[in-house]
């Protein structure tokens, strides 16, 4: 990592807040260039906090770009940091008003060009997009970096039409957490417990929402992109990692917006920046390669760009299983269209007869973290155990490495006993001393076999054939390893266990596995320079003390016959900023479930953020438990707040709620 201190333009910081229509004032923070002509605007916007909890990331990127001739801008989403307002469904439409009318705002400026650009990681990257489909004029550019497309199939709610255990509840916990969060009185001075209360006064846990909506209804449509690719008018640089579940809009959005205004990136990477090395890397420049993309579209300069393979890909080859790898072996490929000519569905037939499958409702506990972050224990560990779990298939790579890109793809035939269920596919990478490397996975919700917009029972004792996609993945298999299918009934905490799980049985002869084969082009590879970055926040963070819990350990009680998982998704732990703010997190969701009971699945998760300034004597401490269950008819959701000015309680709340089993 290169540490830039010196630029083209000295920078000005400057904090302001932005009037919205209905008289909302939205929390900003400007970076600019010290320059008389007018420059670009650059807008990330964010419900996560600018004042503290984003604040290291911004101080990386927003002055680098300054420095670089471009207004660059951070943002606070209504209701949230030191923004006004109220918070609100972090789908809803109005974040989308919001930043059209902070677009149109920022091109009125004085000291703008009246052309603006919007990048963001994750939900910033996924409100680029939806204020792009939007069209607001001045917004030419876009950056979308580990977002989604679609806020049901591809946001981490659902997953394959099943809900997400490990992520929805966890998710809508943390929210609920992070809308409870205070504003800063150093920032918005005495009125801040007054808008804290106010805020808090109207909180609603969002998994009462997400589990309404258990097909992709009109609700999550208006989530995510994919009916309004046509409207996107903007130039878009879609990003993503291999190691990040979000990594298929960038399969989509190539694929489907006009290739005169888009490209496609994707790395090794996690659900993390690819310029922040972040493991597993390499990492790369990749501010350098935004400002090529900026002053393409936003300046009008040639950057050649544009001229770059449609897809820049990162194609991992062969690896022992990890929990974590600093760098992967591999190599970048370009292919100049999306789908790409180089690349062909070859099918392999199942074969074995009539298979049983019937998992024990642990199976999945090795699956590792839905959105790794670069963290210990993030990644799937050796397969070994979920595969013995599994009805497993197995294809030596003989002569030359099996080279895939894209979506692999399953048809299974199927024949259920009972009316609901769920099938979930992992391809690994078996080496020749028998250790087995997840490459990718897909699954599906049976209800939903005939379209996610819809719940429909199985006809018991009928057999079907199902099909559908396993995430995009980039992988060379090496000659003398074997490609293995596992096929199993359960995948618990990723997929919530229907409330008759009782396993199905596979015709093998009927069903197959197709893997998109990338036959070499001999085109040269994507060339990338080394990360750079403006000078740090200057962060303190204290040394990690011995006995720390683990960041993922697995329980297992025999007598019972239950398994817990305790996932510790490692917030940050306690940070001292610059500016005199102490900020310590502490997060931990715990999953258990009966190997023989799909209804004793639960999970939980129990947040805590203190906010403290010791020069004003301002402590603030906000708990939350949140908790999820259900029986064969019912999801049961508790959910608990509590916040301290102080020593002094000044909210709480818990809320108690029945949601009926539609589809998940």
């Known amino acids: 990592?290169?540490?830039?201190?010196?630029?083209?333009?000295?920078?000005?910081?400057?904090?302001?807040?932005?009037?919205?229509?209905?008289?909302?004032?939205?929390?900003?923070?400007?970076?600019?260039?010290?320059?008389?002509?007018?420059?670009?605007?650059?807008?990330?916007?964010?419900?996560?906090?600018?004042?503290?909890?984003?604040?290291?990331?911004?101080?990386?990127?927003?002055p680098w770009y300054a420095g670089h001739g471009y207004a660059s801008v951070r943002v606070d989403v209504r209701g949230h940091g030191n923004s006004g307002g109220l918070p609100g469904d972090a789908y809803g439409d109005a974040g989308v008003a919001d930043g059209v009318a902070l677009v149109h705002w920022l091109a009125q400026r004085e000291w703008c060009s009246g052309r603006v650009g919007m990048f963001g990681i994750s939900w910033g990257g996924a409100a680029a997009l939806r204020i792009a489909a939007a069209a607001p004029d001045p917004l030419r550019a876009v950056v979308a970096v580990c977002a989604t497309d679609d806020g049901y199939d591809n946001g981490g709610q659902y997953w394959?039409?099943?809900?997400?255990?490990?992520?929805?509840?966890?998710?809508?916990?943390?929210?609920?957490?992070?809308?409870?969060?205070?504003?800063?009185?150093?920032?918005?001075?005495?009125?801040?417990?007054?808008?804290?209360?106010?805020?808090?006064?109207?909180?609603?846990?969002?998994?009462?929402?997400?589990?309404?909506?258990?097909?992709?209804?009109?609700?999550?449509?208006?989530?995510?992109?994919?009916?309004?690719?046509?409207?996107?008018?903007?130039?878009?640089?879609?990003?993503?990692?291999?190691?990040?579940?979000y990594r298929d809009t960038v399969l989509r959005l190539v694929g489907h917006l006009d290739p005169a205004r888009v490209r496609g990136l994707i790395g090794p990477w996690p659900h993390a920046y690819p310029d922040r090395g972040r493991p597993p890397g390499p990492a790369i420049g990749f501010l350098q390669e935004t400002l090529r993309w900026w002053d393409q579209h936003l300046k009008g300069r040639e950057t050649g760009v544009m001229s770059e393979p449609l897809l820049r890909s990162w194609i991992s080859g062969s690896h022992?299983?990890?929990?974590?790898?600093?760098?992967?072996?591999?190599?970048?490929?370009?292919?100049?269209?999306?789908p790409s000519p180089s690349v062909t569905p070859v099918a392999y037939a199942l074969r074995g007869g009539a298979r049983i499958?019937?998992?024990?409702?642990?199976?999945?506990?090795?699956?590792?973290?839905?959105?790794?972050?670069?963290?210990?224990?993030?990644?799937?560990?050796?397969?070994?155990?979920?595969?013995?779990?599994?009805?497993?298939?197995?294809?030596?790579?003989?002569?030359?490495?099996?080279?895939?890109?894209?979506?692999?793809?399953?048809?299974?035939?199927?024949?259920?006993?009972?009316?609901?269920?769920?099938?979930?596919?992992?391809?690994?990478?078996?080496?020749?001393?028998?250790?087995?490397?997840?490459?990718?996975?897909?699954?599906?919700?049976?209800?939903?076999?005939?379209?996610?917009?819809?719940?429909?029972?199985?006809?018991?004792?009928?057999?079907?054939?199902?099909?559908?996609e396993l995430s995009g993945i980039g992988h060379a298999f090496a000659p003398g390893h074997r490609i293995r299918l596992a096929v199993s009934s359960a995948y618990w905490p990723w997929v919530w266990p229907q409330a008759d799980s009782a396993g199905f049985t596979l015709d093998a002869d009927g069903s197959l596995v197709e893997l998109p084969v990338r036959r070499s082009t001999g085109d040269p590879a994507p060339v990338f320079v080394e990360p750079e970055q403006a000078e740090p926040l200057g962060e303190a963070v204290p040394a990690t003390l011995d006995g720390e819990r683990p960041e993922r350990r697995i329980v297992r009680?025999?007598?019972?016959?239950?398994?817990?998982?305790?996932?510790?998704?490692?917030?940050?732990?306690?940070?001292?900023?610059?500016?005199?703010?102490?900020?310590?997190?502490?997060?931990?969701?715990?999953?258990?479930?009966?190997?023989?009971?799909?209804?004793?699945?639960?999970?939980?998760?129990?947040?805590?953020?203190?906010?403290?300034?010791?020069?004003?004597?301002?402590?603030?401490?906000?708990?939350t438990r949140s908790e999820t269950g259900a029986d064969a008819t019912h999801f049961l959701t508790s959910d608990e707040v509590v916040c301290k000015d102080g020593d002094e309680i000044v909210f709480h709340r818990t809320w108690e709620k029945r949601i009926p089993r539609t589809a998940g």
């Not at 290169?2 to 920078?11: A, D, G, M, S, V």
């Not at 589990?211 to 008018?233: K, S």
């Not at 990890?322 to 072996?329: H, I, M, N, S």
């Not at 019972?560 to 998704?569: C, K, T, Y």
Request: charged fraction near 30%; glycine fraction near 8%; include cysteine.
């Open 160 to 245: 394959g039409g099943s809900v997400l255990a490990s992520d929805l509840p966890a998710r809508a916990a943390g929210l609920l957490a992070a809308a409870a969060e205070p504003p800063d009185p150093a920032l918005v001075g005495d009125g801040w417990r007054e808008l804290w209360l106010e805020r808090l006064e109207s909180l609603a846990p969002l998994v009462h929402t997400w589990l309404a909506h258990q097909t992709r209804d009109a609700y999550w449509q208006r989530a995510g992109v994919r009916e309004e690719y046509g409207a996107i008018r903007a130039a878009v640089l879609a990003v993503g990692g291999w190691h990040d579940p």
């Open 320 to 338: 022992p299983p990890a929990t974590r790898y600093e760098t992967l072996p591999g190599r970048w490929v370009g292919d100049a269209a999306w």
């Open 357 to 468: 499958v019937r998992s024990p409702q642990q199976t999945g506990l090795d699956a590792g973290r839905f959105s790794p972050c670069g963290n210990d224990a993030d990644l799937p560990p050796d397969q070994r155990d979920e595969d013995a779990k599994s009805v497993a298939f197995e294809f030596p790579v003989e002569g030359a490495p099996v080279e895939i890109l894209g979506r692999p793809r399953v048809r299974l035939r199927l024949t259920l006993a009972v009316p609901r269920g769920q099938v979930v596919a992992r391809l690994c990478d078996v080496a020749p001393d028998g250790s087995s490397a997840l490459v990718t996975r897909g699954a599906l919700n049976l209800a939903t076999r005939h379209g996610r917009d819809r719940a429909e029972d199985w006809p018991p004792g009928t057999t079907e054939d199902v099909t559908f």
């Open 557 to 623: 009680d025999l007598a019972r016959g239950e398994w817990r998982l305790e996932a510790d998704p490692r917030p940050g732990g306690t940070r001292f900023h610059p500016d005199g703010l102490e900020i310590t997190e502490d997060a931990l969701d715990t999953f258990t479930v009966q190997q023989d009971d799909p209804l004793s699945a639960r999970a939980r998760s129990d947040r805590t953020v203190r906010l403290h300034r010791p020069e004003t004597a301002w402590r603030t401490e906000i708990t």
């Open 1 to 62: 990592m290169h540490i830039r201190t010196e630029f083209p333009y000295e920078t000005v910081r400057e904090d302001l807040r932005v009037p919205l229509p209905d008289g909302t004032l939205l929390y900003a923070r400007v970076w600019r260039p010290v320059t008389e002509e007018p420059v670009p605007a650059l807008l990330e916007y964010l419900p996560h906090r600018l004042g503290d909890g984003t604040a290291p990331r911004d101080r990386q990127r927003h």
